[in-house]
């Protein structure tokens, strides 16, 4: 029986997904399952961790630099510290710093990006000038600068020069958008209705810039943790807060290394790992989102539909299409476009 292009367009109709279907395909993909599961876990731990730590993160005893036994999960320092519950407490600081960072900085990127895309001229100038003006503004030396200077300088300080410092880069990716997206047919034509500027913004424009906004908030918060962890470490913040970052300063203050005190430092470098992990894969997620080309292939695999003396159609093959092409003997042949003009051979 023939296939003509009317039923191939009605098989492609009936296998693409509905609205609410590919409205949520984001949150289907592997990499973003499992790093929004890694990202919830660590959450989870911030909210909670100071109320199931077992000791007080400060309290000293007389264990001194023990490794994991059931008193201790993972060991003690070199003055009898509880390596988990330091880990359980600085968990909070660390998520503090980078999520109110990634909130702050991504307004910001907002704010001046899709402004001076869309309204262009002398405000698009302005814009774009304070942009360049704090790309060339090194982030970290800044911020150790105010942390040496700043004797109590707590967490939501370093996370508002974080912010201060990181939005320029995201406004000009959100400026380039919005040049692309502001004489697009549905903006011209709310413009026609009569629409206001700032509605047309949030209704028309800032819906078609979500995968990327929430791109740079994710690498954001990536930098702003990173970034609080360094100044721990390096010992320019406040020691006497308790994050991941301290606990990796006391351990290579005292020579954890060289001691062969492992579980000092290898359980909390493996928390930032996996922390780091898990925005990386939310990210890689947000990309395949946005660009189909990313996206790896899940469930049944792709072939063509093959029929004797048709040109093959790209289609998602089910397990009885794959059952008759192998019995037929055909060779499947993936052709993209549109569907030529078929004829009988």
Partial sequence: MAVTATEVAVLDAVETPPAGKRRFRFLRGRKTVVGLAILLFFVLIAVIGPWIAPYDPDAMSDELLQPPSGAHWLGTTHIGQDVLSQILVGA???LIVGFVAGVLATLLSVLVGVSAGFLGGAADEVLSLLSNVFLVIPGLPLIIIIASFVSDAGDLLIAAVIALTSWAWGARVLRAQTLSLRRRDYVEAARATGE???RIILFEVLPNLTAVIASGFVGTVIFAILSEITLAFIGVADISNWNWGTVLFWAQSNQALAQGAWWWFVPVGL???????????INF???EFVNPRLRTETGASRKVRMRVGFTPVARTATSADRTGA???????VVRTGTPEKETRS
């Fill in 326 to 332: 192998s019995e037929a003997g055909f060779t499947p």
């Fill in 271 to 281: 928390c930032i790992a996996l922390l780091g992990m898990s925005l990386a894969l």
């Fill in 285 to 287: 997620g947000i990309d």
């Fill in 196 to 198: 206001s500027t700032w």
């Fill in 92 to 94: 909070r600081g660390v």
